[in-house]
Nanobody, 124 residues
């Protein structure tokens, strides 16, 4: 069982930056492929970024260049650095984990563990 706890959400103006963190309880955190998803108000949960256990990364087109996912295995933590934020980035952001290495892992169904989410609100 893995517990994930997100932090770092908040309210900010467009153009600003924010860094989210997700702390994992897993003893073998380095074995997990980690991802960030988000759920805008009234919409489905959508893929944002993934980092594999070997450090490979994938991004949704909407956040490519602006967002950076990274991990620190010594701290059992995955990060999401978000720059040049836009109002359309407003959402609850969720951390997710799986030991399965999918070629493409953009569906929430491909992840086994989830955090409780952290709210990010970007005003115009």
């Amino acid at each position: 069982q893995v517990q994930l706890v997100e932090s770092g959400g908040g309210l900010l103006q467009a153009g600003g930056s924010l860094r989210l963190a997700c702390a994992a309880s897993a003893r073998t955190f380095s074995n997990y492929n980690m991802a960030w998803f988000r759920q805008p108000p009234g919409k489905e949960r959508e893929f944002v970024a993934r980092i594999t256990r070997s450090g490979g990364t994938d991004y949704a087109d909407s956040v490519k260049v602006r967002f950076t996912i990274s991990r620190d295995n010594a701290k059992n933590t995955v990060y999401l650095q978000m720059d040049s934020l836009k109002p359309e980035d407003t959402a609850v952001y969720y951390c997710a984990a799986t030991t399965t290495l999918w070629i493409s892992a953009v569906s929430p169904r491909q992840y086994d563990y989830w955090g409780q989410g952290t709210q990010v609100t970007v005003s115009s």
